[in-house]
């Protein structure tokens, strides 16, 4: 089983990604274009490849091969319009399909996998997928297990059925699931809480020394802010000649070196309070994340 994420944006026949996303919705269908001329529905991919490698060449079927080899039933997969995030469970493999509607309108979505497609809630979507929609292919693979897991317990939670077995062994705790952005944010959230703005500008990734910036109104008061997890450790003696306040986070209270007063080192059990207080109003994907780890 995979985890995929896939675009839909169609380049051949209509350019209308609401239509074509719309199609696809309609018929439980996710895929890609490449129609050939015959617009023979088959499930023969030799004959499908013989066709099209005539009018496309072999060059150009690359992502067509790529679904065929690697989407398979019961697959996940995530993608989504210009507004929305959707979640789908993969029912079939690779078939080339096309109905007279799509001619009809001239929607460039042939080479398919048949799915039960589902919309999510943008703040329950992970941090890792939706970065994985920044790369310009068409169809990728999530290499990550915490949203593998997450989305399979989600996919249960959506369609109210134990579909998915969840591998909660290698995530005993709310740390360990949240990705690298998901814990960004909640510490964002957290400062927040405690009377700190932070400046959205300041969240930038060549600033390598630090997250972003927070200013406390009452005070007048700057502070940095610097979030690590996994085994990645902070050294705290590297923020000494920082002029501003400082806080930090490591997932798994790895700091090292002496610092200073201004250097305030968030505790896990500090952060978990704040969550498991907050619960109720923080984003949908903590609260799941947190009934996954609970389960």
């Not at 990728?140 to 989600?154: G, N, P, V, W």
């Not at 964002?188 to 969240?203: A, E, H, K, M, V």
């Not at 306040?245 to 305030?264: M, P």
Request: with cysteine; charged share 30%; hydrophobic share 35%.
């Amino acid at each position: 089983m995979y985890l995929f994420r896939l675009h839909t944006k169609p380049k051949g026949g209509t350019d209308d990604m609401a239509a074509t996303f719309e199609y696809c919705l309609k018929n439980d269908i996710l895929g890609v274009g490449w129609r050939t001329d015959s617009n023979r529905n088959t499930k023969d991919w030799d004959e499908y490849f013989k066709e099209a490698s005539k009018k496309f060449g072999e060059g150009k079927l690359q992502v067509c091969k790529y679904i065929k080899k690697w989407v398979s039933k019961e697959d996940l997969v995530w993608t989504r319009n210009r507004q929305d995030y959707y979640l789908a469970r993969v029912t079939s493999g690779w078939e080339y399909w096309t109905s007279k509607e799509a001619r009809k309108k001239d929607i460039d979505i042939a080479n398919v996998f048949r799915a039960d497609i589902e919309k999510v809630e943008i703040d329950a979507v992970p941090g890792k997928v939706v970065a994985c929609f920044r790369a310009t292919r068409s169809i990728q693979k999530i290499a990550d297990e915490k949203a593998f897991e997450y989305s399979k317990y989600l996919w249960n939670k959506i369609s109210n059925e134990q579909i998915y077995q969840i591998d909660r062994s290698k995530f005993s705790d709310i740390f360990m699931m949240l990705d690298d952005e998901e814990t960004e944010d909640l510490v964002f959230i957290y400062l927040q809480s405690r009377g700190w703005y932070l400046l959205p500008n300041s969240r930038k990734g060549d600033t390598k020394s630090f997250e972003y910036l927070a200013v406390n109104p009452k005070t007048g008061k700057k502070a940095r802010t610097q979030v690590k997890t996994g085994r990645v450790s902070i050294c705290k003696d590297d923020y000494v000649s920082c002029s501003e306040d400082v806080f930090l986070f490591q997932s798994n209270g790895l700091y090292s070196g002496v610092g200073a007063s201004h250097i305030f080192c968030i505790s896990r059990d500090e952060l978990l309070n704040f969550l498991r207080e907050s619960i109720d109003w923080l984003p949908e994907l903590f609260r799941t994340k947190m009934e996954l780890i609970a389960t």
